[in-house]
């Protein structure tokens, strides 16, 4: 049997507006490789068919803060990106390019490997990408409705 950190959780939440909702799914750190301050990662629709991942956080950082976020592929290979603070700081939205690794290379990659700095704070954490495919693919089907 999986380890139940294997599973992507698939949620939806209310958006500001009444009758508008967010798909997303998320996927807890691998607790053994990470910082405690370091929740996991966030899949999730955003309007006009684009799709946002984000690293959601324990401990917030300053809504206003850009952290640079850099990200490891197991297979190789490392990105760093400047991201801005989304859900009252517990979450980095990492830039639009980084959806495209989520919708293909991510998905036959084992794990990922995620540094967020911010000023003179950095929050490492490692998340097994096991099932993304099938998530990912499920949750493009609950996007638009």
């Not at 629709?45 to 990200?71: M, N």
């Not at 400047?82 to 859900?87: G, I, L, P, Y």
């Amino acid at each position: 049997m999986a380890a139940p950190s294997s599973i992507w959780k698939f949620s939806r939440t209310q958006g500001a507006k009444d009758g508008e909702s967010f798909a997303a799914i998320t996927k807890t750190a691998d607790t053994t490789q990470s910082d405690p301050d370091f929740a996991g990662l966030i899949v999730r629709c955003a309007p006009k068919g684009k799709v946002d991942v984000l690293v959601a956080l324990i401990r917030p950082f300053p809504p206003r803060s850009h952290p640079k976020v850099t990200i490891a592929a197991s297979g190789g290979g490392s990105l760093t990106f400047d991201a801005s603070m989304a859900a009252a700081g517990a979450a980095v939205l990492l830039p639009d390019e980084v959806s495209a690794f989520a919708a293909g290379k991510w998905q036959s990659t084992a794990s990922l490997s995620v540094v967020v700095r911010e000023s003179d704070s950095e929050i490492k954490g490692v998340v097994a990408l096991n099932g993304l495919r099938e998530a990912y693919h499920s949750l493009l089907a609950n996007c638009s409705q």
